[in-house]
């Protein structure tokens, strides 16, 4: 009984074994979601491809399997979208896949995010969709930003600084511009320029005539094509007709248009009008196992379905997020396989989220799967890790699809990578690069400002139409639509004015106000660049200088007496008077000084001198009190006469001579010795050869009005006047008033409120004729309107000078082109030949050069200068002296008491104070020296006085 009950238990066991082994593995299945718009070009493409990814995925899994729900809904409808996506909710999807744009999957990710469920998308790049708490989204392409790096380094390139942008009003379109300009400006890219940026409305259908005539305006030859790919045809197609695809042109088109070619070909389109483009695509890697299993797949799709359609990023990526999803499932069911949703987004019932979905979406993120495209991995934020770019070349011939070839890529580490440029071909095939800047305007029709204002401007008499102009802007007008292509009308403004600003109003009439009311594209008239225009409009480059003049007719002149005195005032001439006396003094004073001196070297060799006459001349000198010079050797009075003239060569009276005679630019016989003295000699001729310079150009601008009889010698002499023997007037509301009144300097607004104020020009030159009366107005007008005249001059030369520019709107495309050609003309001298031409001769015989320059009196002021040069002059002669009076102790001889060179300087310094103390301010009579008479020494003094000098040595001299 024992061993019948054990054998059985044996057989239960034996039996339940072999039951739970041949009992199926039981496994888990998923619903992946695929949420697309009915309008998405891949649509076709990616009901064949997703389904067989997840066909592929379960045929390769055991734990986990995956169905596929998928939902198509109108893209032009939000109402679809929610309603789809609810739907995918309620029948349990554990992640969504969307192949559309940033719009979309932000829509989406409203519903799926509060449930908890993730979000793979294909193809939003809008770095900031997960704001709003749309934290489940994962994003397989890369953001706006890397992108618009991308794009900002091939332009840097191929050296294209100039571009336009076309872009769709989507969320697409808007970032790629928006994080384009904010890279331009954290990188300080000050060298590129956005010459027209214009978004076109994607919905219901773009309309893009006015959009791209404004960016053919522009004059960009670089130009980015930024929207999605569904639009680029529409785009590129009207852009073909308005010859915006000419071999000039560069078009970049983004990522949207480069992962979905087959949208360029719509209708038929020949392809090969668009070979050349260049673009951004995401670069995938197709060297993996799985890219070429998927390439092999999708080639018998093609050929079942005669598709010619390529293998594109998009395609590939769908088929990535679904080996990612059910491989994430994977992951988790090895330790805590994740139970199924039950959420719901019904309205009678609570929305419930997704207990496991956070665990989910973090297994996604972490997956760090190696697929189709490549390696994946992603950021704590969802975002693709260390995205990279091909940079690709549209080739494309007759009807066939066209194909976009590598010719470079870009990754975030390396950046921008293009071995061979010659690789690339361009628009219309052209093998070479386009500068990327216009060179012409495209044969555009511009309206220009112009009024009449001889002789820049002025009708053509009997004749009408908008041509009948002549002067010197017609012809540069003229030659510069010959040179940049464009045609032209003239259009004159209703109140024929330059333009007033209204500060009530802050609106402008006339030339100026015409151009800012768009009535005209420029102003070709000598328009005076100011301050307060260059805040609305801009300026050309300068054609030509101008400054404000004063026209004056002449009198006869009334003699002055003292007009000799004018060139200078009182504080330079009393200056003069005082240097010229100080001169003499201290040329007096270095000869006394300077040991190489006429005065020094003799004193001082008389001081040291050990031969009998010197030691009787000391003697006589310290007894008498006497100077040396007073100690007569010879009775003869000649003899006197001689050496008075030998030892007086610089003294102080031959000082001032010499001072004086430099003055009016002559010599003397006497001049220093020494180093120091001829170098300040020679410091005052320089001196004096500035003030005789400046003394005789200002002598001959008062000589010249005084022969004429004006008084006046430039506009703020008009205020000075004591009888307002002058009157002067501006024009009302000129350019010359406005800037008189804004000058810093008070005296020329006080020029303008006593000025009259005169209604135009030739109330102007009336005035003048008259006489009495100064005109002010700008240079150019005067020397044309009056000083054809004889006896009108124009006097004081330009004050607040300024230049002549033709007036742009700002930012005009225009105004480069016409810059470069204003600065070839004037380096021509075009615009010098047109004044010569246009000139008016004057008919009396006349001469034409009336113009008188400024007499205004020379101030210390203005001279203070040469002044200054002649007291460092002075500095430099004192510094002489020191040198010459080392050098001098260093030659000089020794003995037992002097051997060192600073006993034989303290010596020299002794014996020039001796000097000093008893030659210099010590009046004597002269004094015979002899060895008979009363008044006379005996010898055996000098034999005293010898006795208490110093004994031995070498005599001693210079």
């Not at 006469?641 to 001579?657: G, H, I, K, Q, R």
Request: proline share 4%; charged share 20%.
């Amino acid at each position: 009984y024992y061993i019948t009950n054990n054998l059985r238990m044996r057989w239960i066991t034996i039996l339940l074994t072999l039951v739970l082994q041949l009992q199926p593995t039981i496994t888990e299945e998923y619903t992946i979601g695929l949420l697309m718009s009915s309008e998405n070009i891949q649509k076709s493409l990616l009901e064949k491809i997703v389904p067989y990814a997840i066909s592929h995925f379960n045929a390769n899994s055991t734990d986990v399997k995956l169905k596929l729900e998928q939902v198509t809904y109108n893209g032009s409808s939000l109402n679809e979208l929610v309603m789809g996506s609810c739907k995918l909710v309620n029948k349990g999807a554990v992640a969504v896949i969307s192949p559309d744009g940033s719009n979309t999957v932000a829509q989406a990710a409203d519903v799926f995010s509060p449930l908890n469920i993730p979000i793979i998308s294909l193809a939003a790049t809008d770095p900031y969709i997960r704001r709003a708490h749309r934290d489940n989204v994962l994003l397989l392409s890369p953001s706006d930003t890397f992108q618009s790096r991308a794009i900002l380094d091939l332009l840097g390139h191929f050296r294209w600084h100039e571009i336009a942008i076309i872009a769709s009003d989507s969320n697409y379109g808007i970032n790629g511009v928006h994080y384009l300009q904010q890279l331009i400006t954290k990188r300080d890219e000050a060298k590129f320029v956005i010459k027209k940026i214009n978004f076109f409305n994607a919905v219901p259908a773009p309309k893009l005539t006015n959009t791209l005539k404004s960016i053919k305006k522009s004059l960009a030859r670089v130009i980015i094509l930024n929207c999605e790919g569904q639009y680029s045809s529409v785009v590129l197609a009207e852009a073909y007709k308005m010859d915006l695809l000419a071999r000039e042109y560069v078009w970049i088109v983004t990522d949207a248009i480069t992962g979905n070619p087959q949208t360029l070909l719509p209708y038929g389109t020949r392809s090969d009008r668009y070979s050349g483009l260049i673009g951004i695509r995401f670069a995938i890697k197709k060297e993996t196992k799985e890219f070429e299993m998927l390439s092999e797949e999708f080639e018998k799709m093609k050929w079942n379905d005669s598709m010619t359609h390529p293998l594109t990023p998009s395609l590939v990526m769908s088929y990535d997020a679904v080996q990612m999803a059910g491989r994430s499932l994977e992951m988790l069911a090895e330790t805590d396989p994740i139970q199924q949703p039950d959420s719901s987004c019904s309205y009678d019932k609570p929305w419930q989220p997704w207990n496991n979905g956070d665990r989910y979406y973090d297994a996604l993120k972490s997956s760090n799967y190696e697929g189709a495209s490549g390696r994946w991995s992603f950021t704590d934020d969802g975002m693709v890790n260390h995205p990279g770019y091909e940079i690709v070349n549209l080739r494309s011939y007759g009807y066939d699809t066209p194909r976009f070839l590598e010719i470079g890529k870009w990754t975030e580490e390396k950046g921008l990578e293009i071995e061979d440029d010659s690789r690339i071909k361009f628009l219309g095939n052209a093998p070479v690069r386009p500068m990327g800047v216009a060179n012409s305007l495209n044969a555009e029709h511009l309206k220009l400002g112009v009024t009449e204002n001889p002789p820049f401007a002025a009708r053509i008499p009997n004749c009408t139409g908008h041509s009948c102009w002549e002067g010197i802007c017609p012809d540069v007008v003229k030659n510069l639509s010959t040179a940049l292509n464009f045609t032209y009308e003239f259009v004159e403004p209703y109140d024929k004015e330059f333009g007033r600003f209204d500060p009530g109003t802050h609106t402008w009439n006339g030339l100026i106000g015409d151009m800012l009311s768009q009535r005209t594209d420029m102003v070709t008239m000598d328009l005076s660049v100011g301050v307060q225009r260059k805040q609305y409009i801009d300026f050309t480059v300068s054609f030509m200088d101008s400054g404000i003049s004063l026209a004056i007719k002449g009198e006869s002149g009334k003699s002055d007496i003292f007009f000799f005195m004018s060139p200078f005032g009182y504080s330079v001439w009393c200056m003069i008077a005082v240097v010229f006396m100080l001169m003499g003094i201290i040329l007096n004073l270095i000869s006394k000084i300077s040991p190489y001196g006429s005065h020094g070297k003799k004193i001082h060799a008389m001081q040291v001198c050990k031969c009998e006459g010197c030691e009787e001349r000391r003697l006589v000198k310290q007894q008498l009190k006497i100077k040396f010079k007073d100690h007569i050797q010879s009775e003869c009075l000649v003899d006197r006469m001689v050496e008075d003239a030998e030892d007086e060569t610089m003294t102080f009276y031959n000082s001032l001579w010499v001072a004086g005679a430099g003055l009016v630019g002559q010599g003397t016989a006497a001049l220093p010795a020494s180093p120091s003295g001829r170098f300040l000699l020679f410091i005052w001729w320089f001196f004096i050869l500035l003030i005789i310079s400046m003394y005789t150009a200002n002598l001959t601008a008062f000589m010249t009005l005084d022969k004429i009889g004006i008084t006046v010698s430039s506009a703020k002499d008009l205020l000075k006047q004591n009888q307002k023997k002058y009157e002067w007037g501006i024009i009302e509301g000129s350019f010359v008033e406005s800037l008189l009144i804004n000058n810093v300097d008070t005296d020329f607004k006080k020029l303008v409120d006593g000025a009259v104020k005169i209604k135009t020009v030739e109330e102007g030159n009336n005035r003048v004729h008259q006489g009495g009366f100064v005109f002010l107005d700008e240079s150019p007008f005067l020397s044309y309107n009056l000083l054809g005249s004889c006896g009108i001059f124009q006097v004081g030369g330009e004050i607040q000078p300024f230049d002549y520019g033709f007036g742009l709107p700002k930012s005009s495309p225009y105004t480069e082109l016409m810059n470069t050609q204003i600065i070839k003309y004037r380096e021509l001298g075009f615009f010098d030949e047109l004044w010569i031409k246009w000139d008016k001769t004057p008919a009396d015989g006349c001469e034409n050069n009336h113009e008188v320059g400024a007499d205004e009196v020379l101030q210390m002021s203005t001279v203070q200068g040469i002044f200054l040069l002649l007291a460092l002059g002075l500095v430099i002669s004192f510094a002489l002296i020191l040198l010459e009076t080392v050098m001098a102790t260093a030659q000089d001889g020794y003995d037992d008491q002097h051997r060192t060179f600073w006993s034989k300087l303290v010596r020299r310094v002794k014996l020039k104070y001796e000097d000093f103390s008893t030659e210099w301010f010590v009046f004597s009579r002269p004094h015979k020296a002899s060895a008979n008479g009363d008044n006379y020494l005996k010898l055996d003094s000098l034999d005293k006085f010898a006795s208490s000098e110093v004994k031995g040595g070498t005599n001693h001299g210079v």
